[in-house]
């Protein structure tokens, strides 16, 4: 880890009444961490493996009642094609299939 202070400067004190020699020393202030050592971080990235995605109820429109929708995530890379999951329907009151939408 590197030092929080970059220099130390020394210096003695002469006291003619009493005789007697104080030293002390100044600090100067912090350094600053060279670019090197400091962690860059950029406005931009990359898109990542893991979307987020919509899934919405199927059979709810078919019934007439309000779909249901989560949130969630999948791998890019795992799963390319649209997810389809069993998912709680509080309108309907069970279970029913949920499909990935845009």
Known sequence: MQSSICR????????P???NTISYRVAAAPCRPSTASRDVVT???????RLIVTVE?????GEGA???RYTTQKNR???PDRLEL???????????LHKEIK
């Not at 130390?8 to 006291?15: D, E, F, I, P, R």
């Not at 109820?57 to 429109?61: D, P, Y």
């Open 8 to 15: 130390v400067q020394g210096a003695t004190l002469k006291n």
């Open 17 to 19: 009444l009493l005789g």
């Open 43 to 49: 406005m931009a990235r990359k898109k990542g493996i």
């Open 57 to 61: 109820c199927t059979e709810a429109k």
């Open 66 to 68: 309000p779909p249901s």
């Open 77 to 79: 890379k795992n799963t």
């Open 86 to 96: 069993m998912k709680y329907n509080p309108n309907l009151k069970r279970h029913t």
